[in-house]
């Protein structure tokens, strides 16, 4: 089947289901390591992944690179899985040696020499898996790509476990991601089918007409999400990054379920254009759902916010909850832009997704450096909103030049009013019952999440024909199979 054919409805349920099971793993991953390090052990945890996945982002952006290219019709494959293997052999051991040079200086702000060696752990192993990883959902496996990631997050969660249990905190965490990231690395190589070859000229520079562009953004775009838990380590400590973090983990489902729909949106679109073909109908459908759970998130962090942190992580925890507001606020901003960079990725303009991080980019850090100096964590957050409205609205602007006008759905206006229905049933119940404990907090989440819906269902007829499209030819093959059995 031709990418350009490729069936974004069917790969999102595939690449939903292994988000949220990804998810589930890393939250309760997450909800452990705060009982167990306390919200400085996880903060000098975070600081450390993310100095490790900023390092990856050179060799993701080549791999968003490997998959434009293979994800284009009748385009051959194996030179440009050479061409990305051999580049971030290469590129660890450069950084390596400078880690190596660096160790005398050490410790730098609470950063150890094991942190850094749990760092280059990190961030070779994650940046192979990414490599083959983006490789294999460019050549038309989108939703099994996030599969192997689930299967990622699964093996994580349990070195990580073991080697918390053996004692070694911070340290054992980042090198239970590292061992799972290098056998799920293996794992990806062989499923792909392909061996890699050396790559020609002809293949490094069609590479590197997208990877001039696609790596910078990747750069920019995880200097941009790291910078906020470094500013806040470094103006406010590891405690705040703890309750930064935990907050963010909170809504990250929201962003699961953009990626999901963002991913075979972009290889569709590479396919389609690649052809001459239009994509302003695939884009507007992903923009339809991509704040499905974010903006009820939003509105139940706002109703329970002290509370859930409280419930999920501890009750030294209760003082994020403000944090968790104003995370969920500007996430919802975030979510909006995912499937409109991921479009005019997928139509060969990468230069343009480019500057517009970028833009972000210089946007949120001296205005976060001000703020974190007068206000602390939230002065951060602030900055954060600021540029995640800036670039949302940048964004619709290249709509109005790409895909004929901006790209905003109507039936986006059924799910603010869900979600404000939501709100007001969780305020009026929430001064009913004792929220003292997780299982009151729990049912009151479902009930919450039963009015969104419940209320969506009658207010779109877009949401109920959705509903049918994507889960009826499920549901029809389910009961195939049940027929086959049964004869």
């Not at 793993?25 to 900023?54: K, P, Q, T």
Request: with cysteine; charged share 15%.
């Amino acid at each position: 089947m031709s990418t350009a054919d490729l069936d974004i409805g069917k790969e999102a349920l595939v690449s939903i289901a292994a988000k949220f099971t990804m998810s589930a793993f890393g939250f309760v991953g997450v909800m452990i390591f705060a009982r167990v390090l306390g919200n400085a052990g996880v903060g000098r945890y975070y600081v450390a992944l993310s100095i490790a996945l900023m390092l990856v982002r050179v060799s993701a952006g080549l791999g968003n690179a490997i998959k434009k290219r293979v994800s284009e019709v009748e385009t051959g494959s194996s030179e440009y899985l050479g061409l990305g293997l051999a580049f971030h052999a290469l590129y660890v051991g450069v950084v390596t040696a400078a880690f190596v040079a660096a160790v005398p200086a050490l410790p730098v702000q609470g950063i150890t020499a094991d942190d850094v060696l749990g760092i280059v752990l990190v961030f070779s192993t994650v940046g192979s898996f990414q490599i083959l990883n983006r490789f294999y959902a460019g050549i038309g496996f989108p939703g099994r790509s996030f599969w192997i990631d689930t299967v990622r997050s699964v093996v994580t969660l349990a070195f990580q476990l073991v080697l918390l249990l053996l004692g070694m905190e911070a340290f054992g965490i980042l090198l239970g991601l590292a061992i799972a990231s290098a056998v799920t690395a293996v794992v990806v190589a062989v499923v792909c089918g392909v061996r890699p070859a050396l790559p020609s000229r002809e293949t490094f520079a069609y590479t590197g007409e997208f990877a001039r562009w696609s790596i910078p953004t990747s750069v920019v775009n995880d200097v941009y999400k790291r910078a906020d838990p470094l500013l806040i380590w470094w103006f406010v400590g590891t405690g705040a990054v703890g309750f930064y973090e935990t907050a963010l983990r909170l809504v990250l489902p929201a962003s699961q379920l953009t990626a999901s729909i963002s991913n075979p949106l972009e290889v569709k679109v590479s396919g389609r254009s690649s052809l001459g073909k239009g994509v302003r109908e695939d884009v507007a459908n992903a923009m339809t759902y991509a704040g499905l759970l974010g903006i009820p998130m939003f509105f139940g962090a706002l109703a329970l916010p002290d509370v859930l942190m409280r419930t999920f992580f501890g009750s030294g925890f209760g003082e994020g909850g403000e944090a968790l507001v104003g995370v969920a606020l500007f996430y919802v901003f975030y979510i909006y832009q995912l499937p409109l960079e991921s479009a005019i990725d997928g139509t060969d303009r990468p230069e343009l997704t480019f500057r517009v991080n970028f833009a972000g980019l210089l946007v949120h850090v001296p205005l976060a450096i001000v703020l974190a100096q007068r206000y602390g964590l939230l002065g951060v957050i602030g900055a954060t909103l600021v540029a995640e409205v800036f670039m949302f609205l940048a964004f619709q602007y290249l709509c109005r030049e790409l895909f004929g006008g901006t790209i905003f759905p109507t039936p986006i206006a059924a799910q603010t009013v869900s979600g404000l229905a939501m709100f007001a049933v969780i305020t009026e119940v929430r001064g009913m019952i004792a929220l003292d404990y997780w299982l009151p907090v729990i049912v009151l989440v479902g009930v919450g999440a039963a009015v969104y819906f419940a209320v969506l269902a009658v207010a779109s007829s877009h949401f109920r024909l959705t509903l049918a499209n994507v889960l009826g030819p499920v549901y029809e093959q389910v009961l195939a199979r049940r027929g086959r059995s049964e004869g």
